[in-house]
């Protein structure tokens, strides 16, 4: 998913630089939103982790 966010950020840049800022603004607005669901997804994954924890491994058989 960072790796769209960085996509997104190349092509509104790309399009600001060539006068098209209707699509640099679209790009920019999308990029953002998938930063900060990704931003949220990594502190959801944190909280559940902290509170779950690693399970052991299982016993060798």
Same mark, same amino acid.
């Given at each position: 998913m960072l790796y769209w966010v960085l996509v997104f950020m190349v092509l509104a840049v790309v399009a600001g630089l060539l006068g098209f800022t209707g699509v640099s603004v679209a790009a920019a607005q999308i990029a953002q939103l998938l930063f900060f669901i990704f931003i949220v997804l990594l502190l959801l994954s944190l909280? =559940? =982790?902290? !509170? !779950?924890?690693?399970n +052991? +491994? &299982? +016993? &060798?058989l």
């Open positions: 909280i =559940y =982790y902290l !509170v !779950v924890g690693r +052991p +491994p &299982p +016993p &060798p």
